[in-house]
DNA sequence: GACAAGCAAATTGTCGACAATCTAACAAGG
DNA sequence: CCTTGTTAGATTGTCGACAATTTGCTTGTC
């Protein structure tokens, strides 16, 4: 018999659908931060009851992109400066631990992954498609910590990837600008491909800098338009903001 | 007026009751790994509906101390020696990254705090209370990472205690000799309150490494003993075994 | 006008029942 | 004997309705 692996069976559950529908609209941005989620309404437009609804943002709410106040709603996550900050930090220290665990592990499936992944980023920069430019991008980031064989590792990656991809794109809508044609990530590969892996982890830092600098600047200039809740509760003054429509 | 900080009112949801109790029952492995939880009689049990604890049982399942398999189950995770190491490698990265940066931010409070938390695990110790050592062990280790000021860094190492609680946990319930009497915890405190970082990051590094080493012989003992799942789905095999009861 | 009590609307939390799916046992056929 | 189709039972997924709670408005009082 041929060694065949089928890849399993698509979720077939509302509840799975749902997470995907709300998860994307988080991380494009269509939903805001701090915005309040109406059950009934989101229910309605999705055509399907409260039940799986409530918990597919159950799963969200841990999964730290909602938050979730008992009798007065669910809430898209609000994002201030210190946020991406402490995200940035920790994405710099997983960085380091990935590509260390994964250098010895590099091999021709690598590579060809590798450059895959870039080529998915590069045509989406040609697309001018954005969203599709984040997506691309941090998946591209991501496969050192897939390739890094610590399951851990990369369940707290994707974790923080979906506030990163949530950053990401709220300040893409923010600047209007067209997207930067270059290509940023030509040394990243390049580095790692290569035989230093200090250079490599070096790089990533720094190249994840550049990424970041924007997004703080960004965030910096939210906390600013909204002072006005500088020690306030912020889940609670997400209650005064207007629902979803 | 006095500046005084209330605490948050309770959360009084179903819901959140729920939480609690189900993850007590694993964290100190009362719920074996691989058990099914079947919904009705653990509602019936709590004399709640399905509907709250099925959307706590989401909760925990995206905590990471669950699995879920739709139309099938949701089970207490498996352990296997790989999840140890992966975890106890992920933990030792965030621990020095968390001492580098609670170092700057060491006060009197930390001090006392510490000191708190170290007479609790000595107090769990005499008393033989197995559970509340471990406990308040991890408690302990956690002030590094409350400290440190690092939202996401928190939020990770919570998600990780979680498994490092309920891994220790069944550890100890493996081996039923007694807890050890002396004072492991000494030289951790004394170097956090020391003047060499490096020090106390490389002690703790190799505390963890002390602590981990059993829990790597234990899994591995697993592995053995249930090693016709070796290449099998564990989630699949964990369908056979018996019913929570 | 300021303020407290009380009411009404809207929203979230929970419940019980039904639908969809899986598992296991059994029968039929090769 | 092995495989395939069928059926009954149990369990999970989903639904619509009701209960609990919050919020904002209204009313009455000073």
Redesign the interface.
Known sequence: MAKLDFSPIA???RR?EIVALLKRAILTGQLEPGQKLNELRIAEQMRVSR?PL??AM??L????ILTSI??AGTFVIDVTA??ID??Y??NK??DE?AIE?TWPLRDQRFFDELDRRHEAVKQATRDLNTTRQIETALQLHGLIHEWAG????L??WQ??TS?LQMYFALHQRARKEPVPAEDLHETYVRLLKGADMRAAQRHASEHIDGDFEQLLAYAQGLEQRTSKGAGANRAVAARNRPDDG
């Open positions: 979720d077939t559950t799975a039940a409530r918990e159950r799963e709410v841990q999964e730290g008992p009798y210190k946020d402490d995200a930090s920790l220290v997983l631990f665990r610590n399951s851990v590792l369940e707290t974790r923080l506030r």
